[in-house]
């Protein structure tokens, strides 16, 4: 396991022009690094730009400056090779209901160009660590949050990627599918994995994250590891946060 | 139950809709003006399609005995062949012939020699004369002595002027049984089959076929976009290394291959319905059993039609799937689809719409098409342009889908709309418009001339349209915020620009007149009849409105969209000559004229030539009304006096030379710039 990171954000900035809001600035120069086998925690309240920040490095939006690389690869120059060492997870992806998740995870895999038996051979891992072999054939439209969950995991996984985004992805969860999720993510760090992980879970980031970046109305407020941020707060990481968003909001109301 | 609980259920539920702009407009406003709106324009297109067969001059061919009908003077043995021209045969038959001298009156009534009784009724059964009558030369006499009379004329009952004529022999022969003796007719209707069930089923079936394949497109298109937006699976599709365009592609073709489906199912089953039909209804008492349908080549040409125009719409409904955020959105997108689509597919049930004049019409193309491939009739040039200009239209929507694909704020629509408006960041290109959206344009603009059709007064109407062919790109590039004055290129150039183009207008006249001789004389005769029945009444009218109407407006209106907007476009991924040579071909195509192709391609290739150089639209809008006035001078209001007129080999010769010459000269002097100046303002090189 290196320290050398895996993930490069460098400066994002990203406007909306919204027709009755006018000029958002959803990210304000916002810089950060994932190193490989660590998780990266980025925590925010809700519209902090944590999911605008996920969507570029997953390569959906492209931001109006700055740049993100992946593994050496620029996201917006190259994006299909960027793509190939992402896998991203949304908490509010949807699946298509008349699919089943065998169909569904043998799509991405297609998409990604991957030879046939080599599709059929992932699918066969993926459900086994999940285990998702009850439902693996039957149409996702009639599976339960849970198994609709495994279902996204195995999708993002599909092809092995190197680098794993995940956008609150236990948001909605009972509390004993979160925690499969939050071991998958454990276990993919323990694989030298690199995991984007965004919450506003504190609980969360205690248990599970290394590094944290926190985010409010755009800006970096905090960026270094989790210890750091406890620290700030006299041992807690809700203190440390609640303590920075307040000399944010004193900053600018 | 409790009433009250349920009515507050409706309650809130009508709230909610009503709170909904989209529904409201679909449900209510729409239908409040569409139908209105349809009926009035269908109503006064048939009119004045009824009209101007009321004002057509019927051709009927007439022989006595089955022998040639002429004019007595003709029977002298001299001139014989001079009576194949139109003449009103006169004689003394007329006069002991009541029913004979009735036709020969009828004022509406052409005859023509087209020899004996069965040569006449091979034309009618053509379609060279409308009508074929056989008149004994007893006919006079039995009706004197009160004996019955049978007359037996060919007609084709799928054709309005053959039944118009047809109608006007009824109308004689009521008249003379009331006055003299028994006179009947024995109709013998030349129209196959095929023709007959064409009239009957052809309209209704074209129009059905066309609608179903739109909405054949527009169902699933709508869940394959807007469906996977609403229900989030389209994030992880669009995270897959899978390029937009392949992305956009593969559920194009996936809504394609529906859209196909859909318009030949109900193709076949209307077909296999309407066969039924004609079991049991008869038409000029033969029974049309087995006539609905095609033939071989019929049934490939129309599925090929319908394929690309599944395309097409399947395109459209991508789209306008790519734009809308659900599904619920999309289906209200719907309604002013089809308020264009509907009557264009309706172009079938107008009796007067010809398919060789509306062959680059979307939708109305199809169905016309269809409508005469049914009736076992092959138009390989028009279907050929048809299915052309459908493709190449189907290709530009698909091109602007992929773009609007690859445009994240329409995909994803964070609060901003289609046409919101966007700062520029500082030294960021402003928007131009693209071929696609050019092409895109010239097809609306087409279309507006279709409906400009229902403006009664034909100067208004002049207006109508070429105030839509500068309204159009004008609005477009309005709400896409592309620079009015460098899209259109109103910059005005220097003096020697007006004077190039000038020069240029020369040089075009002097090749026109040699082009146009060599055309050949039929070519040439057969544009001016149709130019001067076009034009004359406008220079009837006053000398200005004659100019104005054909020379001012076409000039003003047709450079704005064509060296302005339509180059601008091309000019966003061609060099400025390629720019302004696919402008040109766009131009040619735009005048929906076979013979006129090559000249109006050579003019705008010229008119695209100096906007290039000139780097304004306004010498080609100089040289296009020159070109354009000298044209409706030398035609309308001093014809020359002998329009035959050759011209020797090498004055012909001669004079292109001289005209190229003056072109060179003048895109030269357009193009020429102050040696102060140089490289820097003017020309768009």
Known sequence: MTDAPALVARDLYKVFEDRKRGRITALDCVSFEARQGRVLGLLGPNGAGKTTALRILATLLKPSSGSVTVLGRDVAREPAEARALVGFLSGAAGLYERTTARELVTFFGELHGMPPDRIAERVERLAALFRMGPFLDQACGRLSDGQRQKVRLARMLVHDPEVLVLDEATANLDVLVAREVLDFVRSARDLGRTVVFSTHLMDEVERLVDDVVVVHRGRKLFDGPKEELRELGGGAVETAFFRLVEAAEAASP | MRRRVVLSVAKRELRDILRDRRTLFATFVLPLVLYPALLLGFTSLAKSAREDLGRRELKVAITRDGAPFRRPAASDGDGVAETRATTRPAGDDAASDPFLAALLAHPRLLFEDRGGAAEAAESAARGDVDLALDVPSDVGRRLARGERVELAPTFRSHDPPSKAALEAVREIVRDVRDRFAPLTLREADASSGRQRASALFGGVMSFVVTIMALLGAFTPALDLVAGEKERGTLEALLTSPASRRELVIGKYLAVTACAVGASLANLGSLAFTFQGLAGVVASSGASLAGSVGFDAAGFAVVTAALVILSALFSAVAVAVSAYARTYKEGMAYLSPLYMVVLPL???????????????????????????????????????????????????????????????????????????????????????????GLAAFTLVLCVTAVFFSGVVKDRVLGMFVQFGLFVAVPLGLSLAARFPVRETFATRAARPAGYLGALVCAAGGVLVAIVAS?????????????????????????????????????????????????????????????????????????????????????????????????????????????????????????????????????????????????????????????????????????
């Open chain 2, 345 to 435: 597919a309706m172009a079938g049930l107008l009796p007067s719409a010809k398919l060789e004049t509306l062959a680059i019409v979307p939708v109305a193309n199809v169905a016309l098409l269809m409508k005469k491939l049914m009736a076992g009739e092959h138009a390989p040039g028009a279907a050929a342009l048809a299915i052309l200009s459908l493709a190449a239209l189907a290709y530009a929507a698909l091109e602007a889908t992929v773009k609007l694909f690859e445009r994240e704020d329409v995909l994803f629509r964070e609060g901003k709309g289609l046409f919101a408006r966007r700062k520029l960041e500082p030294g960021e290109p402003p928007p131009a418009p693209t071929p």
């Open chain 2, 517 to 685: 001789r060599v055309l050949g004389e039929d070519a040439a005769k057969e544009t001016s009849e149709e130019l001067k029945k076009t034009v004359l009444p406008l220079f009837e009218r006053s000398l200005w409105i004659g100019f104005l109407c054909v020379a001012a407006l076409p000039a003003a209106a047709e450079e704005l969209l064509f060296r302005g907007f339509v180059y601008a476009g091309m000019r966003s991924a061609l060099r400025p000559f390629g720019a302004a040579l696919a402008t040109a071909l766009l131009f040619a195509l735009m005048h929906m004229d076979p013979v006129r192709f090559g000249p109006t391609f050579v003019l705008g290739c010229v008119l695209g030539a100096l906007r290039a150089v000139a780097g304004s639209v306004w010498p080609p809008m100089l040289m296009h009304f020159a070109v354009n006035a000298f044209a409706a001078w030398s035609t309308v209001v001093a014809p020359a006096e002998d329009p035959g007129l050759t011209l020797p080999g090498g004055v012909m010769a001669a004079m292109v030379g001289g005209g190229v010459a003056l072109i060179a000269l003048g895109l030269f002097l357009a193009g020429a710039r102050p040696r102060r100046a140089l490289g820097a303002a003017g020309g768009d090189r």
